[in-house]
Structures are given as C-alpha cells and as structure tokens.
C-alpha cells in the first residue's frame, strides 16, 4: 500500500488585479496498478484507480473569494476566466492542465469554462465551506475535504461504480486565504489523461425502480470509500483508522439497506443477499483495522479486506436490476 505524496508549488502575478498566488498540491498515489474490484478494495474508488489531489490556495494581498458559493449550481458563462470563478456543473479545462506527479510546476490559475458537450479536462461537482474562527491547519482541512466531497459526488452522480476512470480534485484556503475570509472547499472531477466529451452528471429520472433502489442502498459504502484518505497509515494512521470506521459503518449500513430495500426486481433478490452477507463480512475486517493502534497492526488487519471483496456479488445484482459492469462508461478518459 504504498503512498506518495508531492508538493506542487506556484507563485504567479494575475493582471491586472496583481494578485499573488500560490497552490500545493498534494497527491495520493493508487495503492495497485489496477482497477479495483468491489467495494472493498483499498485505494480503489468511484469506478476506478483513483488519485485524488488536494490543492491548497494561498494568497497573499486583498483577494476576495466569495465568487465561489455552496448556494447551489448556477450558469456560468463559457470562456476565459479563474479557478475562483468555477460553480458546480462547471466543465472547464485549467489553464496550467490537470496536475500530475510528471508535471510538478503549475503555471498560472486560469480556466477555459466550455460547454459541457466539448472536450474538456474537469468538471466541479460540489463545494462546501468550512466553519470556525481559527485557522484549523492544512491537516485539518484535506480530512474534511476527502470526507465531506464524497456525498457531494454522489449528490451528481449517485451511479459511481460506471464512471470512468477519474481523478478527484479540491481546492481549500491556507492560513493567508482563511485570514481573508475564505472558508470554502471546492470539489471537482477530471480523468487521468485524455478528456471528458460530455458531462459525469448522473439524472435519477434515468433508472427504475430497481435500479434506484440498488444505487441508494449501496450509497453509504461507496461514499465511504471515495471518503478514503490522500496519506497513509506510515503518515497519518489516525487518518486511516477513521476511514476504516466509515468504511465499516458503511458497508454494514449498505448490507442493512439492500436486505431491506423494496423496489429490487425478483432476480435480484437472491444476489442482493449474497452481497449483504458479504458487505457484513468486509465490514467486520474494516471495524478491526478502525481500531489499531499501529501502523503495523493496520497493515497486517487490512491485508485480507481484498479478498472475497464481493466483486463477483456485486456483477450479480447490477446485472439483474441492468445496470452497466463497472469500466463499460462511454465517457473518456
């Protein structure tokens, strides 16, 4: 399971308004090469390998930042703008491309907002602001961000098992930002390389009932997971232990919810057990792993949460409600 993290560092004079601006970005590399399987798997989410990447805004001098709202999506003009201008919805393309390990210098904060119908590198699914007098540290605040944006992506695409392979993003005020009134979190989604042609907007009005039913019951799990943490248990074990006690009350809140679930299809019913059994299995390994108290005995409890991860219970039943295997998404990238 190993992690990496890189510091992505910037400084850039915005004219005309002459801003000074900085980013870290922080990078949590996929724990295997490999797409994963179930829900279970460690370093696997929404669909796919996930990197997940913080960015910290630091500004310095009279910037304001209350163009970026938690108010609800609103439309924005296509065309030039910032990274502070984005709204939920927005699919756009960063100035300075998708940050990445191979690319370590960010060269400015603009953005191409585009319809979302064109070719494009990202697309805000949610923001969220923070609350409190002090600056409560960087630390602090990437926890938040990994668990508060996960129900934020399901909030916009409740289905994420049949995204694409994506990569998840925010941006978040450091102490000089936090000083000038900011206080808000902005959650945004872009593929690895390549672009997106269309939006990962989902529409509920796109399932039936089974299909609902399904989707919802496995919701508190698969938050759970996108909730996962950018560092380690070498680096922040307190971090992973609370992911593991997420995962553990989400996987058994999920098995709870798809026995009791009433729009699933007859051939469904049998599959949905099976995967509740399984959900309670995974989530008893996750309830021991929340309470090591080393990073060794995390380690050694999570080394067999992969195994029998319900992959195969979970094919079942997404086929009998006719819902897409993970991976088969027409999106790109």
Request: net charge negative.
């Amino acid at each position: 399971m190993a992690v990496a993290s890189l510091v992505l560092s910037l400084l850039v004079c915005l004219a005309p308004v002459g801003l000074v601006l900085g980013i870290v970005a922080l990078v949590r590399i996929p724990r295997n090469g490999k797409r994963g399987k179930g829900l279970a798997v460690a370093g696997t989410a929404v669909g796919g390998t996930v990197v997940a990447l913080s960015v910290l805004l630091v500004v310095v001098g009279g910037a304001r930042f209350d163009t970026w709202t938690v108010d609800g999506p609103r439309e924005t003009e296509a065309g030039a703008g910032t990274l502070f201008g984005l709204r939920e919805g927005d699919c756009f393309t960063p100035g300075a491309g998708v940050p990445t390990q191979g690319d370590p210098r960010l060269k400015d904060l603009s953005a191409e907002v585009v319809e979302c119908g064109e070719p494009h590198q990202g697309e805000v699914y949610g923001s969220f602001r923070l609350k409190g007098g002090g600056f409560p540290g960087t630390e602090s605040i990437a926890s938040s961000a990994y668990e508060r944006c996960a129900p934020l992506l399901h909030d916009f695409a409740l289905d994420s098992t049949a995204l694409p392979r994506v990569q998840l993003f925010f941006y978040h005020p450091d102490a000089t930002g936090w000083t000038l009134g900011n206080r808000t979190v902005l959650c945004w989604v872009g593929p690895p390389a390549g672009l997106l042609e269309k939006s990962l907007r989902q529409d509920a009005a796109d399932w039936d009932e089974g299909q609902l039913a399904y989707l919802t019951a496995l919701r508190p799990a698969s938050e759970a997971r996108a909730s996962q943490p950018g560092e380690g248990p070498e680096k922040n074990l307190a971090g992973a232990t609370a992911w593991a006690g997420r995962m553990a009350d989400g996987e058994a809140e999920s098995a709870r919810l798809l026995r009791e679930a009433d729009g699933l299809p007859a051939d469904a019913r049998d599959p949905a057990a099976e995967f509740a059994d399984r959900l309670d299995a995974l989530a008893a390994k996750m309830r021991e792993a929340s309470k090591a108290r080393t990073e060794q005995e995390f380690r050694e409890r999570m080394v067999n949460t992969g195994e029998g991860d319900g992959a195969e219970e979970e094919g079942r039943i997404r086929a009998a409600v006719g819902l897409s295997t993970p991976g088969t998404g027409d999106l790109a990238g």
